[in-house]
């Protein structure tokens, strides 16, 4: 790390830049809520008001420029507008585009005048114009506070770009860093980066084969680039602090079928473990051929209790997407949303996270309706499966009529939106719904402990359901029979395995040939998102010996409070089912102690695991290196551990600013770790 | 305890610190040693026993209304599903060497692609070798290695070295009558057995676990670059330093632990002895 980047670290770290953010004056006017205004131009303008609003601000020493002072400003809705509109409509999330991969080359590589000439007269293109016009204004008044501050370079790198395109990989790391500062100012969120080692290689291949620049003073410019990402990420809109969406995918097949890793997948690797920040959040794409000497290099990130990087299978993904509809170069173009959903850059629309298939409540409902009138497993397992069924069409049916605010400066960023003059929010050339699956584990559990003890065992249905609505006080003997001598996904047992395998293919069974209301299809996941909580409090006891109470486990995962063998069982039990069917996302996640990593050949043993789960065709797996003694004193005191990062459900946060559920539930996780 | 049944107290997956590649480790009960620090004092008896996790004990009486041996514990396990927070576990379990054969070798794929195997460990594997010599056979060429304190017979050894792809074995304490002192046995066999290790071709490591005024001297050092320098087969020497942690189980198997030691001292080095020698060694910190 060069003295340079430690001086802007230090600066950032301090948080001295919040200084110059601003205060929203309530009685602010706001123009672009003119009731004559349509959506469109009101997001424009609003756009434009919150950049016009806008101070340069510049870091002593800056390399990479753009911070922001201007907090969000208010929606171009009034309540009562706001209140019509979600009467008559289904909204997801905050009703913004969110959750989607912007194709940033092919808006930077053009330059935005160069596209400001192909815009009409439309109001979609009228409004594109404003959002265009707005950022290289504020370029310019960014390239001016360079000039005075005497930083030349940075001056004319904001003469350039993004208003042409980027001749260097300075040019570009900045253009890039501008056009992605505007998408959140919009008011999109969860603005994933994408495959960035693929769209920025050539500029620091040329660079470095002209001389343009040393490795030392590219990487530098690398470093400068991942310090902005985090200089802002306080003030993005997400479930908790640190779920923003600022996801890098390396490595992987390219379009045209070669491997795509290269030395700038090397060099984020490395940036990343140098500068130890919850963004840019890392997703390493694999596959069977993949060096062990790339997983060691993601390894070495995992040792630092980062949470990232997380790998995606090839293998697993594109012949996956591909059965889904996807068109095979843009299957192999896959990237990551916010968390772990598969997503096409600059072409899907996808709502990766729509809904969720609540997998442990169904199970747990139909054994405490039904168990007593089935004499088999089978039979149970028919009316679980009629109830999966009916949740999933029930999931469709209920979002109808969608809205989304629309992005007319995101829309430039997508495949078709200016040349159809048809606005990304309302689709793209994929339109496909993502469902996720909580509480598989759990599910599969519960299906395999009354078949163990009620349909071949002897244990009478009414005295098990009757321990459940106790929450097994009184049936000690019973609790402890469930919880520890049933087979348990996790453990490497086909009893319990077998379950979740049918679990997950019986959603694939249930999404098959349904159509959302855009014509696109539904895909099913394995991922959890915040719902592993939500899902959790509407449970009581459950017939795998969980008492009320206890979490479900986050993502694909297995259940909380169980003995596992460990973590070669625990691969060999999550790669048992054909996850090419359940590809929406959604990792199995294992946690390490930090005393796994005192010795360095550990992380050989790591990547080695790593490998076996590719191996054995797992789509997307997660680790954690967690302290549980520094998370506990965190908890009393934040002050002492500000920096202390762990992985939530699908992105890296910092402990101390997580609500206490989250930070509970972590622990909890640690608590079974390797 | 038998050829064919042997008392497990753990099985362990992904075992970083017992040898190469992705390994299990299997813990055999028992051991023929009372080493001041041990850390694991529910493998020293080689039966089955209870261990309970005192600190958490709310006294609600569960346990003691089930109990129908309160005058002498046989393990018989009655108590431990009553136990509302869980605090009370069976140690040791009785496994036939054909069910642990297979429990193994179901991850044989694993330990082949890493470069991995089996590791026993204890309490001391070789109190229980004829079982744990039986499993090995039945392990279809799986990589098998042993953590011992080498107190055994030399025909013990002898096929240890001859059944196993890696033996660590532990030098403890080079002074005679200390090494009684503080472990309870003669250290004559295991002097013996070292020499077998540096004379013969089964890789070896030879691990050093230092307490703090106890072996942490030139002399110890010295004794075992004696013992294992010019030793073709051996692998490195394992230098572990005394963990403060080492008497949190006692009391869960209702013991005390009492070291005559001042634990609160960090224990010296003298890897100067084994740079000068050209011995390969790793300081576990």
């Not at chain 1, 050539?202 to 001389?211: F, R």
């Not at chain 1, 002897?458 to 001598?485: C, I, M, N, T």
């Not at chain 1, 719902?531 to 109470?549: C, K, M």
Request: with cysteine; aromatic share 10%.
């Amino acid at each position: 790390m060069t003295n340079r980047i430690t001086q802007l670290m230090h600066f950032q770290w301090e948080q001295l830049h919040h200084a110059a953010r601003i205060h929203l004056d309530p009685e602010m006017p706001l123009t672009y809520r003119d009731r004559s205004l349509s959506d469109t131009m009101r997001t424009a303008l609003r756009l434009r008001q919150a950049l016009e609003m806008e101070t340069p601000y510049i870091f002593e020493n800056e390399l990479i420029a753009f911070t922001r002072t201007v907090p969000n400003l208010p929606r171009i809705f009034g309540d009562a507008e706001w209140a019509e509109i979600t009467g008559s409509h289904f909204i997801h999330e905050l009703g913004n585009v969110s959750n989607l991969s912007p194709d940033y080359a092919s808006v930077f590589s053009r330059g935005l005048l160069a596209i400001r000439e192909t815009l009409n007269d439309c109001e979609l293109h009228r409004a594109m114009r404003i959002s265009i016009d707005a950022v290289l204004d504020l370029t310019r008044r960014y390239e001016a506070a360079a000039r005075e501050k005497g930083y030349t370079l940075l001056a004319d790198t904001l003469a350039r770009v993004p208003a042409q395109a980027p001749r260097t990989f300075r040019e570009a790391l900045q253009s890039m860093r501008i056009l992605h500062y505007a998408l959140w100012c919009e008011g999109d969120y969860h603005n994933t980066m994408g495959r960035f080692d693929q769209y920025m290689m050539p500029y620091l291949q040329a660079d470095l084969d002209a001389g343009r620049e040393t490795e030392e003073s590219a990487f530098e410019l690398l470093e400068a680039f991942f310090l902005a990402c985090n200089r802002d990420s306080d003030m993005y809109p997400g479930m908790q602090q640190g779920d923003n969406g600022q996801s890098i995918v390396l490595g992987g097949m390219l379009p045209d079928g070669c491997d795509g890793f290269n030395l700038l997948s090397k060099w984020c690797l490395r940036a990343s473990a140098e500068l130890r920040l919850i963004d840019p959040k890392i997703n390493l794409r694999v596959n069977s051929k993949t060096p062990l000497e790339i997983y060691e290099m993601g390894t070495q990130l995992t040792k630092l209790g980062l949470g990232f990087p997380q790998y995606e299978n090839d293998d697993v993904a594109i012949p996956a997407l591909e059965a889904l509809g996807y068109e095979t170069q843009d299957a192999r173009n896959y990237v990551m949303a916010a968390c772990w959903e598969f997503i096409i850059p600059g072409k899907g629309m996808d709502i990766v996270n729509i809904g969720a298939l609540p997998f442990a409540n169904i199970v747990d409902r139909v054994i405490r309706e039904h168990l007593g009138e089935c004499k088999t497993l089978d039979e149970l397992k028919e009316i679980v499966r009629g109830e999966i069924f009916a949740s999933v069409r029930q999931s469709v049916e209920e979002r109808k009529n969608l809205y989304f605010i629309p992005s007319p400066y995101l829309s430039l960023f997508f495949e078709g939106c200016l040349e159809n003059e048809k606005d990304i929010s309302l689709g793209c050339k994929y339109n496909n719904w993502g469902l996720h699956g909580t509480g598989v584990a759990p599910a599969a559990d519960m299906l395999a402990a009354v078949d163990q003890e009620v349909f071949r065992g002897s244990l009478p249905a009414e005295e098990l359901l009757e321990a459940l609505r106790q929450d097994f006080v009184g049936f000690d003997a019973l609790h402890d029979k469930l919880k520890y001598h049933c087979p348990k996904v996790g453990n490497d047992e086909d009893a319990a395995d077998s379950l979740m395998s049918w679990l997950l293919d019986t959603f694939a069974d249930a999404v098959s040939g349904l159509k959302n209301e855009r014509g696109g299809i539904i895909r099913p996941g394995t991922g959890s998102a915040m719902f592993y909580i939500f899902h959790a409090n509407e449970l009581g006891a459950t017939a795998d010996g969980r008492e009320a109470g206890v979490p479900l486990p986050a993502n694909y995962s297995p259940s909380l409070n169980i003995r596992l063998n460990g973590p070669v069982s625990l691969i060999k039990s999550f790669t048992k089912p054909n996850l090419k069917r359940t590809i929406n996302g959604g990792p199995l996640t294992i946690e390490f102690s930090n005393s796994v990593f005192t010795q360095e050949e550990s992380i050989t043993k790591v990547a080695q695991l790593v490998q076996l789960f590719v191996l054995r065709g797992g789509h997307q797996l997660q680790l954690n290196t967690v302290n549980r003694e520094r998370m506990l004193d965190a908890q009393v005191h934040p002050e002492n551990h500000r920096n202390l990062i762990v992985r939530v459900w699908g992105w890296s946060g910092y402990f101390v600013e997580l609500d206490k559920c989250y930070q509970d539930h972590i622990i909890r996780r640690a608590e079974l770790s390797v | 305890m038998t050829e064919n049944e042997g008392i497990v107290f753990d099985i362990k997956e992904f075992a970083v610190f017992d040898g190469p590649g992705i390994r299990t480790t299997v813990f055999m009960k028992g051991c023929p040693l009372r080493c001041q620090w041990c850390h694991n004092p529910e493998g020293l008896s080689p039966r089955p026993q209870l261990m309970v996790s005192t600190a958490a004990c709310v006294h609600c009486g569960a346990c003691r209304r089930v109990c129908r041996h309160p005058d002498a514990c046989i393990a018989c396990g009655e108590c431990v599903p009553v136990c509302r927070g869980g605090l009370r576990k069976i140690v040791g379990t009785r496994w036939q060497a054909k069910a642990l054969a297979q429990r193994l070798r179901k991850d044989a794929d694993v330990f082949r692609m890493s470069g991995g195997g089996v590791t026993f460990s204890g309490g001391d594997p070789l109190l229980q070798w004829t079982f744990v010599s039986r499993v090995i056979d039945e392990l279809g060429g799986i990589p098998a290695a042993v953590e011992t304190s080498g107190y055994t017979s030399d025909d013990v050894f002898r096929d240890v070295m001859r059944k196993c792809a890696l033996v660590m074995m532990d030098w403890k304490v080079s002074d005679p009558e200390k090494h009684r002192h503080y472990t309870g046995v003669d250290q004559a066999p295991i002097r013996r057995h070292a020499q077998f290790l540096a004379a013969g071709n089964t890789p070896f490591i030879l691990r050093m676990p230092m307490i703090p005024g106890v072996n942490d001297t030139r002399e110890h050092f010295e004794t075992v670059a004696s013992l294992a320098g010019g030793a073709p087969s051996l692998v490195r020497v394992d230098i572990l330093p005394y963990q403060r942690a080492a008497g949190a189980k006692y009391e869960m198997v209702g013991k005390t632990y009492a070291p005559d030691f001042d634990e609160s001292q960090a224990p010296k080095y003298f890897l100067d002895v084994f740079d000068r020698a050209g011995i390969p060694y790793q300081v576990f910190r």
